[in-house]
Every structure is written in C-alpha cells, then in structure tokens.
C-alpha cells in the first residue's frame, strides 16, 4: 500500500514539523524569560540523550545483547569530533556553523563506529554476561586512553571546543537518527536481528549470517552514539574523561530497560524524561540513582519488559482512532 | 633487583585482595550463572562497618582486627537480604533480568551509601599495628604477609569445605542439574542462600585485607575492585575456586609490574586487554572446563 504509506509519512512529517515549531515558539520568542536558557538547556541533553539511548536500545532491545560501555562510544564521539574541530579553527578554517556541526557529528559517529567494529568483532564470540563485562573494559580501555592522549587533554578538562551545536540542528538530527534506527529495525536487517535475539541458533539454521548482523548492529549503534557524544562536546564545550564512565553507561542502560527494551518509543519517553528529570528535582539529586536503582528492580520483578514493552507510538494511528471515520475494527494490523 | 621483589611483594599483596574478591564472584556465578554486580559494594560494606567498628573494638579494649567479625556479620546480612529480596523473584526470568537486577543493587547500595556516609572519602584506622621488616633494602611490611595468609587460607578452607563437606557437595550438585538436586533432596534455595551468605562473608574479609593496605573508604571503591576481580576470576576459570586464587595473584602482580616497569598511566588498559584476550581465545579460563553449548 504505497498511497497509505506516502499518507503516514507525510503525516508523520507534518507532527515533527509541528514539534519543532511548538519549541521554537518556546525558545525563540524568549516567553520564558529570563529562564529560556536554561529550559534550552535541558532540552538539548535530553535530545542529546534520546539518540543515545536509542542507540543502546537498537543492541540491547532488539539484538538482546548488553552494552555496559556506551559511554565509551560516546566518549570517541566526543573526542574526535572535539579533536577535529579544534584543528580546523587553529587551521584558520573558518565555515559556517552548521557545516563545522555537521562535520563534527559525522567524524564522531564514523571514529565510533569503527571503534565499534574493533570492539564487535571479537565480542561476536561472546554472548551475555561475557559480552557485557568486555564492553565494560572496553568502556574502561578508552577512558584510560583518553587519560593518556596529549590530543585529549591528557586528564584534564579539554576545553576550547566550538559551540556549534544549536537547539535547531540538534532537533533535527535526532529526528533523522531516530527515524534511521526505526527504519533499521523494521526493514528485513532489523527482522534479521529481532530473530537472532529470539534464538540465534535457530536464526543461523535460517541462513542468517548471524555473525555478519551482529557486527552491523554494533557498528550501527557505535556510530549513533558517537553522533550523540559529538553533539555533547560541541554543546558544552568541555569535555573530562572521567564524565564517560561505567555509572553513566548503567545510566544509559537504566534508561532503555525502564522504557522498554524492544521499544524506540520508550527509549525515547525515558531518556527525555529521565534526563529532564534530575533538574526538575535538583534538592533530591542524591536519592535521584537511589530512585532509579529501586524502580529498575520494581520493573524486573513485576514487567522485566519495561513500561512500554515492545509497544510503539504511531501518529497516524493515533489520528486514525481520534477521528476514527469508517475505519477497519483493531488497528493491531499496524503493529 | 630489589625493586623486582619490591614489585613482587606489591603484587601478591594486590594480587590477595583480588583473589579474595574474584572468590566470591565465582561461587555465586557457578551456583546461578549471575555476575553479581552488588558482590563489590558488599567490600564497600564491610569496609564502612570496618570504619565505624574499629574505633568502637579498641575502645573496648580489643584488638582492632575483630571487628571483622562485625563486618562480615553485616556483610552476610546484606548479601542474604539482596539476594532475598531482588535476585530470587528474577531467578527464572532468564539472564538479561537478573543481571539487570545485579546491576541495579549495586546502584542502589552505592548510592545508599552515599545518602547515608555522605561523599565524602572516610580514612580507616589502622587495622594491624605491625612492624614493618627490613631486609636487604626491600620493605616488607608484615601485614603483607598476614593479607597473604589469610587470602591462602581462606582459599583452602572454601576448596576443602566445597570438595568435603556434604553442603559443599550440594553446592557443587546445584548447577550441574538443579531439578536433579531437588529430587535428591538437596533444598535449592536454601543452597542459594547458603553460596551468598559466605561469598558476602569473604567480601568482608577482603574488606578488611583492602584496607589495610589502602585504609580509604569511599561509596563507588568496590566499582574498580569488583571489576578487576571478576577480570581475575575469569582469567582463573569462572566457577573454579583455585582458578580464582590463581587469576587474582596473576592480575595483582601484572598490575603492579605494568605499573612499575611498563607504563604507569596505561595498566589499568593493559588489565582489561588481558580480559578480553583471554575471553577471545580460552573463553573458559585458566583452569575452568570447557562446556559445549547444546542446541
């Protein structure tokens, strides 16, 4: 059904477009006050959050494998696009902003991603608690080298990156990330991967090349989360090594499990509400992991699914049951 | 040559303290196929019962060692309580769950220390008040070999009580097959129970060994320590009790050689290198078995 589809994304479309001008009406006209910086603020790490924890959700919701490192991904993201960057303005290379963001965000992703590929490739002999733990050295391997690196700043804060990442272009790459990562996962790669998840032998008796999918997965969700470190680095400007660490991976991970593995659209209801949530409560930051940690096990004993389980958001669906005119009973054939 | 053994010495030390740890990481992953995350900040545990027991014990006129019979209480009733209350209702949900919910314990016990001690670091007070020898200019301080000893013997008390004992027998039998087991009479949750309580024990004890050498207590102490531990059970042979011992003096002596000899900022790059090799090419360990996979 070709015609139904041009429908929905043209309708999806238009609901992106909407968002986005609901926030501009928010940030630009400056109704806010004197607090609109702040607010903007809080919206693009959580933007920032919403196309890593996608990322995550991509290896742990829907190839079921653990990544206890993806603050490390990040971390390269961040790096090598600050690295970059930083060469090009001492190299007097002057360009417009959105062309030095969009530099920057492709260097982070394409460094993370090969980093991914690195780390993928043997991991691919691991599966479960094993994989987890290497990620976690990995994640640890990277700090302990970005400690080390002049280029980093060896240690201390590198400071001095470009603020080149504007609510606008940050709203948008998100969209599209998030739209690829949705795309991924339904095509017949993402079908490929959901089975090997289910039961990778039976998968690899199929004929999938489970090896080959499970790299591409990795690759894949390295490279959006260097997106979203290179987004970082070029939002605050200063960057430490110690910030990527294994807390922050599990903060990652906290996300996509509350939400949903299974589900982009939990992981993104969780990181952006996650994420915003520390500074609404800021006179309860101390008990804010204590919180998490107790929902986390509140979630595994009674819905191990998460909230939203494997369950979408879908706009048209959603308009079609609002005014819903001779519509088809049980709008499930969409799911 | 001096600073070799100096090194050396460091390192058994190290390696002790790890050994210890990586024990505790292997019963409990050999009994219920679990990387029990909280297994490290049950060390941060003992180490806070430590700090505030000490100055009590030598108020009390008893030596400041003995409250690691307090700690290792303390510790015990944790790990009971954890496993109790998280890790028994996830048990059958497969793996993905329950190391999710290790993963969020030890969240919660970091950060219910830190709403309970604060932030910041606590110093313990000296745990052995013994002589520091001398000899041929290498420095060799006594509770070295005391952290040594205890490591040793606790390693063969746990391999004798596993290989001899009928509850060590049971707890061999429950991973094997645990239907098996119940059909033979052996009361799997009670064996469960039983594997955390001295896993939690021995966290207490490696506790007590940690800070003696570094007398240092913080909320997030265990994060490091848990990990290289589980790296050294791993390089052992997970589930392996020996394997454990083995792994932990391997990784403290090449730490402290890295370290000494190679490069200082990189040995903590270099461990983790060393887990991801030996994953890659003996994914079994040193001295574990190798177990098919059946389909």
Redesign the interface.
Known sequence: MPEKMKKNYFINLIGIILVFLVMMGIFDTGILGAKTNYIMGIAIIAMMTVIIVCSLNLLTGYM?E?S?GHAGFMSVGAYSSAAVTMAMINAGITLPTVLYFIIAIIVGGIFSAFVGFIVGI?AL??R???L???T???A??VR??F??FQITGGGKTLSGIPKVSDYHYIYIVMVICVALMYMYVRSRFGRAVIAIREDY?AAAASGINVTYYKVMTFVLSAFFAGVAGAIYSHYLTAIIPTFFN??KS?EF??MV?LGG?GSLTGSIIGAAVLAALPEALRDFQ??R??M???V??II??FK?SGIFGTWEFSLPRVLNRVFGKNQKKGGAAHE | MSLFIQSIINGLNQGAVYALVALGYTMVYGIIRMINFAHSDFIMVGSYTLFYTIPLMVGAGMPAWLSVVVAVAVCVAVGVTVEAVAYKPVRNAGSMSALITALAMSLFLENLALVLFGANPKSVPEIFSLPTLKVLGIILPVKYLVTLSIGLFMMLALHIFVKKTTLGKAMRAVPEDKEASTLVGIHVNKIITTTFAIGSGLAAVAALMYCSTYPRCTTDMGTMLGIKAFIAAVLGGIGSIPGAMLGGILVGLLEILIKVYLAPGWYEAITYSILIVVLLVRPAGILGKNVGEKV
């Open positions: 079921g653990f206890l043997p002999r691991l479960g608690d094993y987890a733990i290497v976690v050295a990995f640890e391997i302990v080298a400690t080390n032998i294994f807390m599990s991970l906290t499990i593995s101390i008990y992991m204590l998490y940690s107790v986390l096990v595994m004993i191990p």
